[in-house]
C-alpha cells in the first residue's frame, strides 16, 4: 500500500497517511505526495486529510536525523513548507479528520487546514524544543490568530499535549466526535453541508481568508532558514538521539 493513500470519489478526495507504524510521519517522498494531492484537487468539492492506525501525524520523520546532510534535512523541510501551503492555496475546503495524535509537523497541517473535526481520543500539540526543532510553519506564525498569542506560545514552547475538547474550546478544532465511525459520519455531514454551497464562492471565500496565512509567508521562511542554521547542533543531534530513543533529552549536559 503506498505510504499516501488518494482515494476520489464523486466529491470528496481523501489524502491518508499510511505509515501507521511511525505514527505517520512523512518523510520528503510523503511530503511531495500530499502536496501534490492538493494541488490538484480543483475538481472535487472538498479534501479530507487524515491518518492510519489510530495516529493522524506526528510531523516529519526524524530517523536518521542525526546522520542527515543539510541537502536531506533542506529537502524535507522545503517539502513540508509546500504541503501547508498548497492545503491553503487549495481552491476546496481542507477538513482534517484527526483520530489520535497529532504533534509536531502534525499539528501543524491541523492549522493550515480550513477546519478540523476530532474524536475524543485526538490529542494535540507542538514538539519542536523538546526535540530540538521550532515550529516555524504555523505554530508560531499562524497559530496565535487562531487561539491567541499566549496560548499558542504556550503550545509551542512548552510542548505540551492537549485534548480534543481543550483543543475545541481554544478554537484549534470546529468538532468532537466519539470514534472513528463518528467521525465518518461527520465528514459525510460536513460534506452535505459543503455540496450545498457554490464552489465558486467558496474559494473566494477560502483564498480572501488567506490574509494572515500570506503574512506569515516571510515569517516561515525565514523560520526555516534559522533551523538549517542550526543543523548539526548539538541541540538538535541530541534532540533527534533523545526522540528514536524515546528517552528525555539533556540539552543542558
Known sequence: MADVEIVDTEHIRTVRLNRPERRNAYDQDMAVAMAEAFESAAGFEMVVLTGSGGSFCAGGYLANLE?????????????????????????????????????????????????????????????????????????TNLLPIQIGEKRAREMAMMCRRYSAQQALDMGLINEVVADEAALEEAITRWSDEIHALSPRYLEITKISSNLWWNESADSMRAGLGMLLQAVGSDDMLEGARAFMEKRKPKFRD
Open 67 to 139: 546522520k542527515a546532510d543539510p541537502i536531506t534535512i533542506r529537502s524535507l523541510f522545503e517539502g513540508s513548507l509546500r504541503v501547508v501551503d498548497a492545503i491553503r492555496q487549495c481552491p476546496r475546503p481542507v477538513i482534517a479528520a484527526v483520530d489520535g495524535p497529532a504533534a509536531g509537523g502534525g499539528n501543524e497541517l491541523v492549522v493550515a487546514c480550513d477546519f478540523a473535526i476530532a474524536t475524543e481520543r485526538a490529542t494535540f500539540g507542538q514538539t519542536g524544543p523538546k526535540v530540538g526543532s521550532a515550529p516555524v510553519l504555523g505554530a
